[in-house]
C-alpha cells in the first residue's frame, strides 16, 4: 500500500502519515473498557444507558464491534488488546489482566462475560480470567458454541459440529 | 526426488505457528513420519482461508505438502475428528508438551513412537471435560521423550552397576545415573531409591515418589534445554500463585 500511495497519490499519503501523527498523539486506551479513545474514559463506558453490573471481556475493538452489532448486549466492555498465547511469550502478566481485575471488583459489576475467541489462545485467555475472577466472587460466564445461525449442518465444519454434540442442551418444555 | 518433497495423507499435529508476510503462516507441526517440519501455509490468514480454523494446535490433522529445496509448502489440512478441544489445565499442559517439543526435537528428523505417545497423551488431557491433568501422563510424556532423544534415563541401578535399594538414597548425575548416597552424605537433590523403581515402573500411587519423581524430571529438561526457561513454565506458575 505504502509503494502504491507513493507512486501515484502522493497527496493521499500525505493525508495518511497526517492522520497516523493525529493518532499517534491523541489515540489513548480508556480508562475503563481499554479500548481506542481520544479521552480519558470513553463514550461507551460513560454512557448512562447501559447495565453496569455487566462486563463483556473481548480481545480487541473490533469484535467489541462485533458483538455491539448482536444489538442484544447491553452492559459494558473490557478490551484485552490481545490474548494469552504463552508459545509467544505472551502471559496474563504482559497482557496487564491486573487492570482487568481491578476492574471487574470496582464493586458494581455482578458478572463478567466472556467472549474471547475460540481458539486455543482465547480459551486459554478465558480459563485464565475466570480462574482470576471466581474466587472474588464475580460470576463469570462464557458464549456459547455451536451450529451459526442460519447455518445448514451440511455447511459446517466438522470441528464446531463435534463440539456443538458435545455442549448439546436438555430440550425444555 | 526427495521422500519429503512431496507427501500427502501424513498424520499431523501443529505445535505452533507464525505469521509470515501480509497473509501467510509458518506453520510448525510434529509428523508422524518426517518428525518436526515447517510449512509455509500460503494465504492462511485471510479472512476466508479454508485452511485458517483448521490450524490448530492439538487437534489431529492429515496434512500434505510440496516443495523445493528448504521451503515446503501446505498443500492440504484434513480435521479427523474425534477430540474435545482441550480446556482449563489441561490446555495449559498442552501448551508445555508443544514448547518441549519446539525446543528440545531436531527439525526433520522422525519419531514415530514419540509422536504415538504424544497423540495419546493428547487424547488422555481432552478426555476430562474439567481440564484436569493426571501428573502420572506427563511423567511417562517426558520419560518417552528423553528416550527418544536419546537421553534415555538409568532408573534400576546405579552408577556402580548395583540394584536400586528401595530405601537407599541418591542422587541423579546426567552422565552417570542415579549415585548412592552414603550416611549423611549431601547432595544438592536427593531421591530414595522407591522413587527411581517407581518412576521406571510409572507408578506414581506414592505421593513421595509422585513428587520427587516430579523435581526429578523439572532438572533434567532444565539440564536438556541448557538453561532456557520455558513461557508454560511461568504461565502455570502465574496461574497457581492465583
Ligand atoms: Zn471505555
Same mark, same amino acid.
Given at each position: 500500500?505504502?509503494?502504491?500511495?507513493?507512486?501515484?497519490?502522493?497527496?493521499?499519503?500525505?493525508?495518511?502519515?497526517?492522520?497516523?501523527?493525529?493518532?499517534?498523539?491523541?489515540?489513548?486506551?480508556?480508562?475503563?473498557?481499554?479500548?481506542?479513545?481520544?479521552?480519558?474514559?470513553?463514550?461507551?463506558?460513560?454512557?448512562?444507558?447501559?447495565?453496569?453490573?455487566?462486563?463483556?471481556?473481548?480481545?480487541?475493538?473490533?469484535?467489541?464491534?462485533?458483538?455491539?452489532?448482536?444489538?442484544?448486549?447491553?452492559?459494558?466492555?473490557?478490551?484485552?488488546?490481545?490474548?494469552?498465547?504463552?508459545?509467544?511469550?505472551?502471559?496474563?502478566?504482559?497482557?496487564?489482566?491486573?487492570?482487568?481485575?481491578?476492574?471487574?471488583?470496582?464493586?458494581?459489576?455482578?458478572?463478567?462475560?466472556?467472549?474471547?475467541?475460540?481458539?486455543?489462545?482465547?480459551?486459554?485467555?478465558?480459563?485464565?480470567?475466570?480462574?482470576?475472577?471466581?474466587?472474588?466472587?464475580?460470576?463469570?460466564?462464557?458464549?456459547?458454541?455451536?451450529?451459526?445461525?442460519?447455518?445448514?449442518?451440511?455447511?459446517?465444519?466438522?470441528?464446531?459440529?463435534?463440539?456443538?454434540?458435545?455442549?448439546?442442551?436438555?430440550?425444555?418444555? | 526426488?526427495?521422500?519429503?518433497?512431496?507427501?500427502?495423507?501424513?498424520?499431523?499435529?501443529?505445535?505452533?505457528?507464525?505469521?509470515?508476510?501480509?497473509?501467510?503462516?509458518?506453520?510448525?507441526?510434529?509428523?508422524?513420519?518426517?518428525?518436526?517440519?515447517?510449512?509455509?501455509?500460503?494465504?492462511?490468514?485471510?479472512?476466508?482461508?479454508?485452511?485458517?480454523?483448521?490450524?490448530?494446535?492439538?487437534?489431529?490433522?492429515?496434512?500434505?505438502?510440496?516443495?523445493?529445496?528448504?521451503?515446503?509448502?501446505?498443500?492440504?489440512?484434513?480435521?479427523?475428528?474425534?477430540?474435545?478441544?482441550?480446556?482449563?489445565?489441561?490446555?495449559?499442559?498442552?501448551?508445555?508438551?508443544?514448547?518441549?517439543?519446539?525446543?528440545?526435537?531436531?527439525?526433520?528428523?522422525?519419531?514415530?513412537?514419540?509422536?504415538? !505417545?504424544? *497423540?495419546? @497423551?493428547?487424547?488422555?488431557? %481432552?478426555?476430562?471435560? #474439567? +481440564? $484436569?491433568?493426571? &501428573?502420572?501422563?506427563?511423567?511417562?510424556?517426558?520419560?518417552?521423550?528423553?528416550?527418544?532423544?536419546?537421553?534415555?534415563?538409568?532408573?534400576?541401578?546405579?552408577?556402580?552397576?548395583?540394584?536400586?535399594?528401595?530405601?537407599?538414597?541418591?542422587?541423579?548425575?546426567?552422565?552417570?545415573?542415579?549415585?548412592?548416597?552414603?550416611?549423611?552424605?549431601?547432595?544438592?537433590?536427593?531421591?530414595?531409591?522407591?522413587?527411581?523403581?517407581?518412576?521406571?515402573?510409572?507408578?506414581?500411587?506414592?505421593?513421595?515418589?509422585?513428587?520427587? !519423581?516430579? *523435581?526429578? @524430571?523439572?532438572?533434567?529438561? %532444565?539440564?536438556?534445554? #541448557? +538453561? $532456557?526457561?520455558? &513461557?508454560?513454565?511461568?504461565?502455570?506458575?502465574?496461574?497457581?500463585?492465583?
Amino acid at each position: 500500500m505504502a509503494y502504491h500511495l507513493l507512486q501515484r497519490d502522493r497527496g493521499g499519503a500525505q493525508g495518511l502519515s497526517d492522520a497516523l501523527a493525529h493518532a499517534l498523539q491523541t489515540i489513548r486506551h480508556c480508562n475503563k473498557c481499554n479500548t481506542f479513545t481520544e479521552d480519558d474514559v470513553c463514550a461507551r463506558c460513560m454512557s448512562t444507558h447501559r447495565d453496569p453490573s455487566l462486563l463483556c471481556v473481548v480481545e480487541t475493538p473490533v469484535d467489541m464491534n462485533m458483538m455491539e452489532q448482536t444489538l442484544s448486549y447491553r452492559g459494558l466492555y473490557y478490551v484485552l488488546m490481545g490474548k494469552i498465547s504463552p508459545l509467544d511469550g505472551v502471559s496474563a502478566r504482559s497482557l496487564g489482566l491486573d487492570r482487568l481485575l481491578a476492574r471487574a471488583l470496582d464493586g458494581v459489576i455482578k458478572e463478567v462475560v466472556l467472549a474471547t475467541n475460540y481458539t486455543n489462545e482465547g480459551e486459554a485467555t478465558a480459563h485464565y480470567i475466570a480462574a482470576m475472577l471466581r474466587p472474588k466472587g464475580v460470576t463469570v460466564t462464557r458464549i456459547a458454541r455451536g451450529v451459526p445461525v442460519g447455518g445448514e449442518l451440511e455447511y459446517v465444519d466438522s470441528g464446531t459440529l463435534a463440539q456443538a454434540l458435545r455442549e448439546r442442551k436438555t430440550c425444555l418444555g | 526426488m526427495n521422500l519429503r518433497s512431496k507427501v500427502d495423507g501424513q498424520p499431523a499435529y501443529v505445535l505452533h505457528t507464525y505469521p509470515f508476510r501480509e497473509t501467510s503462516l509458518i506453520v510448525e507441526v510434529f509428523s508422524r513420519d518426517f518428525g518436526r517440519m515447517a510449512l509455509l501455509a500460503r494465504g492462511a490468514r485471510r479472512p476466508r482461508s479454508a485452511i485458517r480454523g483448521l490450524l490448530m494446535a492439538f487437534q489431529p490433522l492429515e496434512i500434505g505438502w510440496a516443495g523445493k529445496g528448504e521451503v515446503l509448502t501446505l498443500m492440504k489440512a484434513e480435521w479427523q475428528g474425534g477430540q474435545p478441544l482441550l480446556a482449563g489445565e489441561a490446555l495449559f499442559c498442552g501448551y508445555y508438551l508443544n514448547e518441549l517439543l519446539i525446543n528440545l526435537l531436531p527439525r526433520e528428523d522422525a519419531h514415530e513412537r514419540l509422536f504415538a !505417545s504424544y *497423540a495419546h @497423551m493428547l487424547g488422555r488431557l %481432552a478426555d476430562d471435560p #474439567a +481440564g $484436569k491433568v493426571r &501428573e502420572a501422563d506427563l511423567r511417562s510424556f517426558e520419560k518417552a521423550l528423553l528416550q527418544e532423544l536419546g537421553y534415555g534415563l538409568t532408573l534400576n541401578h546405579d552408577s556402580a552397576g548395583l540394584p536400586i535399594d528401595p530405601e537407599a538414597f541418591y542422587t541423579y548425575r546426567m552422565e552417570q545415573g542415579p549415585v548412592r548416597l552414603e550416611h549423611d552424605e549431601a547432595a544438592a537433590q536427593v531421591f530414595i531409591g522407591q522413587t527411581l523403581l517407581d518412576l521406571a515402573a510409572e507408578d506414581f500411587a506414592n505421593p513421595r515418589s509422585r513428587h520427587e !519423581s516430579k *523435581a526429578l @524430571m523439572r532438572t533434567l529438561m %532444565a539440564y536438556y534445554l #541448557a +538453561g $532456557k526457561e520455558l &513461557e508454560t513454565r511461568r504461565i502455570f506458575k502465574e496461574l497457581q500463585e492465583l
